[in-house]
C-alpha cells in the first residue's frame, strides 16, 4: 500500500544501510482510505510503480503527486534515516 501527502514534501534520506521504495501515481493508483487532511495522508493500491533504491549517496522527495511505500527491506541490516517535512507552498 502506498501513501502521499498534500501539505508537506517528503526529502527522504538514509543515513546508513540501503532501503527500497515503491512509487506510483495517483493515476495508476486506487484511493482505500480517505484523503486524512489533518494528518496529511492517504492510502492508495497499485499494481504499476517504480522500485528505487535509496543509500548513503542519494536521496528521494516525493511530491503530492508521488505515491511512495518506504521501508522495503534488502537486507536484514537496520536502516537509519531521515525525513524532512517541507511545507507545499501550492496548498
Do not use: C, W
Not at 526529502?11 to 493508483?29: P, R, W, Y
Not at 503527486?65 to 522495503?72: A, G, R, W
Amino acid at each position: 500500500m502506498t501513501k502521499s501527502h498534500k501539505k508537506y514534501l517528503d526529502i527522504h534520506l538514509v543515513v546508513s544501510n540501503t532501503e527500497k521504495m515503491a512509487v506510483s501515481a495517483a493515476v495508476d493508483a486506487t484511493l482505500k482510505v480517505d484523503f486524512d487532511t489533518q494528518q496529511d495522508i492517504g492510502f492508495y493500491d497499485s499494481e504499476i510503480y517504480q522500485m528505487v533504491t535509496l543509500t548513503e549517496s542519494n536521496l528521494l522527495v516525493t511530491f503530492e503527486e508521488d505515491l511512495h511505500q518506504p521501508k522495503i527491506r534488502v537486507n536484514d541490516e537496520p536502516v537509519r534515516k531521515l525525513v524532512i517535512k517541507v511545507l507545499n507552498a501550492e496548498v
